[in-house]
């Protein structure tokens, strides 16, 4: 079921490629059914050859490619199109991760690609500068994370926090901030949103937990929590 808009506060399960196959479908199960109970929008992120398998099981949850390329279906070969990913149900894709980074250019033309075909972007940006560039090309989703805090044990600093939310938001009022660098534990998920995040994403704190599910549940209970607060 295609999603009109994301809405804050939001979640996002980031497994990257530490997960794959059953111990990632447990994973997007219980995400599925979280979203349901807590009645909060959950984005759960998934290599290319796993998204078909997750929509199909997953229907409560955002599906969303962790890549997408600035590519017309065609004559390319290893790349994944936009078209191939809406055709098989995913909604979202992350753009410009640390590991993907693209150019201002690129990014411009998959965002207006992505919009007339319907699938949402969430665009990484790794300074405060760049997050305000990135927020005039009217993605859905800003993710400010510094690139040498991914994978950390230590969320971003206050003042990063707040700068860039106030930044983006000056800029962009319309778009949402997801915030998502060295998060451990439902308590750094609740200050990140106390702080004025619109969504909080997890990769190693979630996979890396001594129950990944566990860890997953208390987190989005976090969000439920917060939820709650800004009714």
Avoid: W
């Avoid at 290319?48 to 279906?73: F, G």
């Avoid at 707040?162 to 930044?167: A, G």
């Amino acid at each position: 079921m295609q999603k009109e808009k994301i809405k804050a506060p939001f979640f996002v399960v980031n497994p990257k490629s530490f997960l794959y196959g059953n111990p990632l479908m447990e994973l997007a199960r219980k995400a599925d059914e979280l979203a349901v109970h807590h009645a909060i929008d959950i984005l759960f992120t998934a290599p290319p050859t796993e998204l078909a398998n997750i929509v199909q099981e997953c229907p409560n949850l955002v599906v969303t490619a962790q890549h997408v390329d600035d590519v017309s279906p065609g004559a390319s070969m290893g790349k994944v199109s936009i078209e191939s990913l809406v055709d098989i149900g995913v909604q979202a894709a992350v753009l410009n991760h640390a590991d993907h980074p693209l150019s201002l250019s690129t990014l411009v033309h998959i965002v207006q690609r992505a919009k007339q075909k319907g699938l949402k972007t969430i665009i990484c940006a790794d300074s405060v500068l760049e997050a305000q560039a990135i927020a005039l090309l009217q993605p859905d989703i800003v993710l400010a994370e510094p690139t040498e805090q991914i994978g950390q044990s230590q969320i971003s600093s206050r003042d990063y926090v707040t700068s860039t939310i106030k930044k983006i938001k000056e800029i962009n009022p319309n778009v949402l901030v997801e915030q998502g660098a060295g998060i451990r534990s439902e308590k750094d998920v609740e200050e990140l949103f106390r702080l004025g995040a619109d969504g909080v994403g997890v990769t190693s704190g979630i996979v890396k937990a001594a129950s990944p599910i566990e860890m997953m549940e208390k987190m989005i209970q976090a969000v439920s929590t917060i939820n709650r607060e800004r009714k």
